[in-house]
């Protein structure tokens, strides 16, 4: 293949890093972010509400393209809610995750029940790389190549473009809807329940048989625009892991500041 086999490991380990890295941010953020309001509060429903509203332009994102996605494919739908929580007495007792919106579908085949899960996936990047050239960071995805020093050169732009970006008030607004956006797009739970049939055993034998040379190799074209795409997909969760870290540097030391003043802490399971 065109670039050699090393480059395309390179561009396959360092996407999976940045996706990792994006998601396992997202989930710690998802977690002490009610934590913290908990520990203020010491009651879960405020906690609860306070996530959702945080949060808000990302559950709704998540779930409209669920819906749009499955309406695209025919496949119908029936309830979209967004935050119904129970009584407060009945939060406060149970805890629990909380649900932040879903969209009733129909069952359908693996492949389609799959890409429905997925749809917020590629709209959140969409969204993202739209946020991205608002806050004028679209030099990353330009140059952005899967080779070692690119991928180093691109990410370590991202601190002097972040702190860069603050000094105009509008690019907070911006900065929030990376926030919310990006820990919205993250398939959930029952959006993944149909990958294994849907996606990743189909993508397995195409794998295979690409492997084994029973499928035609790639052009080149075909081969420099996958590995354009890999590139910039590396970049944009690297970006919002970047912006996500810094927010969960902040968490952490509220909260630490929080249980030291009030001398308890929260015990996460």
């Not at 990302?58 to 809610?81: K, N, Q």
């Not at 990958?195 to 397995?204: A, D, K």
Request: with cysteine; glycine share 6%; hydrophobic share 55%.
């Amino acid at each position: 293949m065109e670039g050699g086999a090393s480059v395309w490991a390179t561009a396959v380990v360092w996407l999976y890093i940045t996706f990792l890295a994006c998601w396992g941010v997202q989930w710690w953020l998802g977690r002490h972010i009610q934590g913290l309001v908990l520990l203020i509060t010491n009651r879960n429903g405020p906690a609860s509400t306070v996530y959702f509203y945080l949060l808000a332009p990302g559950v709704i994102l998540h779930e409209i393209s669920h819906w749009l996605v499955a309406r695209l494919l025919f496949v119908p739908t029936r309830d979209v809610a967004l935050f119904r929580p129970q009584p407060a007495e009945t939060r406060d007792k149970q805890g629990g995750p909380v649900t932040l919106g879903y969209v009733e579908i129909f069952k359908t085949d693996p492949v389609r029940q799959s890409l429905i899960g997925l749809a917020p996936l590629p709209v959140g990047i969409l969204v993202l790389l739209l946020l991205a050239a608002l806050l004028d960071f679209n030099a990353g995805v330009s140059t952005f190549s899967p080779k070692d020093d690119s991928i180093w050169q691109s990410i370590a732009l991202l601190p002097a473009e972040i702190v860069a970006s603050v000094q105009k008030p509008l690019n907070f607004l911006w900065l929030y809807l990376v926030f919310t956006v990006s820990n919205g797009m993250l398939p959930s739970k029952p959006d993944r329940r149909p990958w294994l049939v849907g996606l990743i055993l189909p993508g397995v034998l195409i794998l295979v048989l690409a492997v084994t040379g029973i499928l035609p190799p790639l052009p080149l074209e075909w081969q420099q625009n996958l590995r354009h795409l890999m590139g910039s997909l590396t970049w944009i969760f690297a970006f919002a892991a970047a912006i996500n870290l810094l927010l969960a540097l902040l968490i952490f030391l509220l909260e630490a500041l929080v249980s030291r003043f009030k001398r308890r802490h929260v015990i996460y399971k």
